[in-house]
């Protein structure tokens, strides 16, 4: 399949640009910047972009692309110091500049270039960097400038290399995606042939060759990544080798359990097990009100009943299959280069059965080239239920860590009634879509109400709703103030036990999504 291949120095936004490539419909690929440019891996490719870096060139252990990038006659475009580092490699001088551009700036153009077909003569980019061009090199022109009069923009006359000093796969570079479609798609000529039927078999065939007939095992969480994973593995497998198990931890949300395992069954799932393990969970979290150390014991929990249960439904060797998405792999930096900074550690839940499992060999990951929007495409082609594929994020810990302080069953029954009145008159009245992640918490305080004649002293819940692309930063989700009270409303008159209700106003950071 034509593929644009994204040599990865560790920036930040290099996963913005795979996808932005892949939303076109071509296919890309991350690699780490500095790995061999073998002629297998070229055989396919139609262009290279060199990403961004948190590395200056001027660092003696600055990483560096495979020389032979730049003689290929695959076209190359730099982005920051992707730029850098191809004028650095043509004998240009770079420099830490006096004026370090960060933000929106404009650009002009002094010379016409394909990149920019479409493109106004002046359009605002996105810059961060501190280095810039001091020299260009032999061979090379001037295509932009930015405002402060630094290089913009350079391409090389006699080779099909180009460079930008500003990120256009970044939301707030205007005509960005212009920008980048002119690359691969007119430069470089790359077909749009990367669709999810494509991925599908090509991940299908990869998935039988690796597991044969042995038995594969599927941890459920409920959420988006397991399902599709599941759907996924039920349509290439036989369904008796597929072994799903659901760990009903009794802080799940309203009817979330019968909803999941409906759901599988659906999809054709034979072997399922549901685990009713309440009772374990709770008792671990009694007298505990530090949220730390409620998610340690909830993960405690997890691992103790996950091994004593794989054992009772699972005998002799098997796989473990994982729904480990693209970013959880780039982000926990097993796909990135060894100078890339590994930005978080993975999200997915560590324990000693996948410890064990991924260190045989035996892990199984079909979603792992996938970007978390592909997944949910792949899920509405699998016949994933539309309410499971769109879900906001829900936490591992689940209601744990929405009920503040103390965490009893009673919380959790009132913050179930909570919530299910919530989410369902978000879909009812058409915002649940509008949002990136809403759900409400139970706040470990009482206040004083009145009834009628009679004063109550009920609980308080506090309703969040976020809008956000990645869960990095969020804002506020303007909440329609009709909907707002009349929600408020009916909370309060269903649900006996809360006497107030509050809707959290602040935006990530300074605070968190969640309250815990
Ligand atoms: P915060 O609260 O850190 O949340 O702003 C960002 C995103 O991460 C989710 N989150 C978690 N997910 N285990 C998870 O699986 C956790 O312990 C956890 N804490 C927060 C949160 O729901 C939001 O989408």
Redesign the pocket.
Known sequence: MDTILILDFGSQTTQLIGRRIRDLGVYSEIVPGDAPLDDERLATVKGIILSGSPHSVSEPDAPVPDQRVYSLGIPVLGICYGLQRMVRDHGGQVEASSTREFGRSRQGFLTPHELFDGVPDRFVSWMSHGDSIRHLPDGSVMVAESEHGLPGCIAFRDRPLVGIQFHPEVTHCDHGDAILENFAVKICKARRQWTMQEYLKIEGDKVRAQVGSEPVLLLISGGVDSTVTAAMLLAELPPEQLHLMYIDTGLMRHGESDEVAEGLRALGARNLYLIDAEERFLARLSGVSDPEEK?NRIGDAFIEVQQEEVSRYITGDYFLAQGTLYTDLIESGRGVGTKAKVIKSH?NVRSPLVDAKRAAGRIVEPLAGLYKDEVRRLGKLLGVREEIVDRH?????GLG?RILGEVTREKCDILRAVDHIYLTELRRRGLYDQIW?AFSVLLPIRSTGVTGDDRGYGYVAALRAVESRD?MT?DVFPFPMNDLLEISAMITNRVKAVGRVVYDVSS?PPA???WE
């Open positions: 998610r999200h994020p829900f936490p591992g810990p860590v992640q869960g969020a990530k968190t999504i969640e």
